[in-house]
């Protein structure tokens, strides 16, 4: 009996004992959240700074699932614009308000059925949409009709503003590797001014045999007019095949070839696309589980994404949108060398149709990292337990973060002012050149027009326009190395400037800029190309959203203050990186990293914890 009594006061003492330790456990758990919540704001706010700065350092470069997303629109709307003019004989012209320094790079399409002719155009697409953001492409064209041996292929040659910058030279001498000269390309000019013009079959047969086909080799930074300064100012594709032969990343190699007894060279880069896609959709479902133990910071989770996968490999990999780059460079040759006789001169690239899934993938891909982003966060933010900071660690970093930030929104606002004083300069004088800015993103260049034109219809845009157009399928096999000649010399690209600025386009000027614009003339300025209004709402609301995190850390709001305001900010953010890319002017470099760091500083401003959760 007595021993039934000792063992039924231990268990009570035991009971008591445990009931008191889960009160004090309780007591610790939330002593010790809300103190990781405060400490964690110091690591989130040097966390939004790092990954703010690394957002904003590469200009024009996708910089989350947004953006990504809107460049494989672009790449769709660009794909149905290239197809449309190249199957009615025109040409498409894709450049900006300061494109083409050194050259126009030219890509021009053969094709045999409407098929191939989309599947080229959507690599052209993609490929302009990753290297065309300071370039100025011209897309023309044949369709194939006679021997079967002709394939369906893009061939990307250059046109420099300057011979100086020419990317070829022959084996032998050094020279400058130009296939037509002046004297040949006269001679083909003298053929379309006869009062009986000749027929295009004519001219193809007058010239073909002119066509230098020496042994020729690329130029190198040395003999190149104006050296690494030259180089800097505008990248080529031999640069980005050259930087992935030298740098190290697991998802670009390439497989070099040589010819027989050595008589060329070019390699074709290999893509592991398929393995960057896993790593990148792993990389997102790491972030999403984050946001999902923070519940706080979607602007930051966003754009995390894409400086974590550069520290997996991605730095390496050329091109401003990593999936479109590895998509449409894969089992493109370039021509290091190349032998007598060749087609090709050393320094072009020919790439093969596109896989029709192409195009789905890089929509699949970030709509797919965005889903799981927003929902890892979403989950949370359901979740989240306000914590009002206390003591210094907690009152100090939430004033801190969101003075830094906002100072920071208004220095950009203030720049802005900068942005617009600007002027829009439509000329450019060289001791050598005269570059003339084309100012529009893409534009279609009507071929009828430029054969009715009294100047341009019997110069060499002419001449190119009736040897692609009006050779006949017996003779245009020749007729393509004939038009590929005549778009290497340096005068095509500066007519076909002068063409659209006075002709299209309608520019006039004051002094080197241009001021007015079309019949009737309407006025150019920077406030009509920048999206000064767009960028000025997205700097207000991360302004707005600084003060309702703070007024949420002191009074009892709703949950759903925050959710919104969230959301809002993301959105801010995101559509002004898109801005970038879109509109006609880009943002100034102090505006871009003055916004992502507040944007993204003010997004980590929030006093909560996800119970139960990390």
């Known amino acids: 009996m007595i021993s039934n009594v ?20 309780n007591a610790q758990s939330v002593a010790v959240s809300a103190t990781a919540a405060w400490s964690s704001q110091i690591v989130a706010f040097w966390g939004a700074i790092l990954i703010g700065v690394r957002s904003s350092l590469g200009g024009g470069q996708v910089n ?8 494989s629109i672009r790449v769709a709307r660009r794909t149905a614009d290239i197809t449309t003019s190249l199957s009615r004989g025109d040409w498409f012209l894709q450049s900006g308000w300061n494109n083409g320094k050194l050259r126009t790079d030219v890509a021009l399409i053969c094709w045999r059925s409407p098929l191939d002719l989309r599947a080229l155009a959507l690599r052209v697409s993609m490929q302009i949409e990753v290297f065309g953001d300071s370039w100025e492409i011209l897309v023309l064209g044949r369709e194939l009709k006679g021997s079967q041996a002709q394939e369906s292929i893009i061939q990307w040659i250059k046109n420099p503003r300057y011979e100086g910058f020419c990317t070829s030279k022959v084996m032998q001498t050094g020279e400058n590797m130009f296939p037509l000269d002046e004297a040949d390309i006269a001679e083909g000019l003298n053929m379309l001014k006869q009062t009986k013009k000749a027929h295009a079959d004519d001219i193809v047969q007058a010239l073909n045999p002119k066509r230098n ?49 050595g008589s060329s060279r070019c390699s074709s880069m290999q893509c592991s696309f398929r393995m960057y896609f896993l790593v990148h959709i792993m990389v997102a479902s790491a972030v999403g589980l984050m946001g999902a133990a923070s519940g706080r910071g979607l602007a930051v989770w966003l754009m995390a994404i894409r400086p974590t996968l550069q520290t997996l490999g991605a730095q390496n990999v050329a091109g401003s949108d990593v999936i479109l780059s590895l998509i449409s460079m894969d089992k493109s040759t370039f021509q ?48 989240v337990e306000k914590i009002p900071p206390s003591g210094v660690v ?37 001791p050598n050149f005269t570059r003339i800015i084309v100012g529009v993103r893409s534009q279609q260049v009507s071929v009828n027009r430029i054969l009715q034109s009294p100047f341009y219809a ?19 096999a020749n007729a393509i190395l004939v038009a590929s000649g005549v778009l290497r010399h340096p005068s ?11 002709d299209i386009l309608q520019y006039q000027y004051e002094g080197d800029h241009i001021t007015l614009q079309g019949d ?95």
């Open 64 to 71: 989350s699932a947004i953006s990504s997303v809107f460049s």
């Open 458 to 476: 019997e110069g060499v845009l002419g001449l190119i326009a009736t040897v692609l157009n009006d050779s006949t399928a017996v003779a245009e």
């Open 6 to 25: 000792r063992r039924l006061f231990r268990l009570l003492l035991l009971v008591s004992a445990g009931q008191l330790q889960i009160k004090l456990a």
């Open 213 to 261: 086909t020496s042994a020729s080799r690329c130029t190198s930074l040395t003999e190149m007019y104006g050296g690494a300064d030259a180089m800097n100012s505008q990248t080529s594709f031999s640069y980005h095949f050259t930087k992935a032969g030298q740098a190290e990343t697991p998802y670009v190699s390439l497989s070099s070839e040589t010819g027989l007894y």
């Open 394 to 430: 907690g009152h100090g970093m939430l004033w801190l973060s969101t003075i830094v930030g906002l100072s920071l929104s208004i220095r950009a606002m203030i720049s802005i002012r900068k942005r617009l004083r600007g002027r829009l300069i439509g000329l450019f004088e060289t």
């Open 520 to 614: 009737p003339a309407t006025a150019v300025t920077v406030p009509g190309i920048y999206p000064w209004f767009q960028t000025s709402c997205c700097i207000t609301l991360t302004l707005v959203s600084g003060c309702v995190s703070v007024i949420y850390a002191y009074c009892p709001l709703p949950s759903w203050v925050k959710i919104m305001t969230e959301v809002l900010l993301a959105i801010s953010v995101v559509w002004f990186g898109t801005l970038e890319r879109s509109s006609g002017l880009p943002h100034q470099r102090d505006t871009y990293v003055c916004f992502m760091v507040s944007a993204l500083i003010i997004s980590s401003v929030w006093y909560v914890g996800v119970k139960d959760e990390g």
């Open 336 to 383: 290091y060398e190349t032998g007598t006789g060749s087609s090709l001169l050393a320094g072009d690239i020919t790439s093969p149709k596109m896989l029709w899934w192409s195009l789905a993938v890089a929509f699949l891909i970030p709509l797919l990292e965005l889903t799981i982003v927003c929902t890892g966060w979403l989950y949370g933010a359901l979740h």
């Open 492 to 502: 095509v690209g500066t007519l076909l400037d002068l063409h659209l600025a006075s």
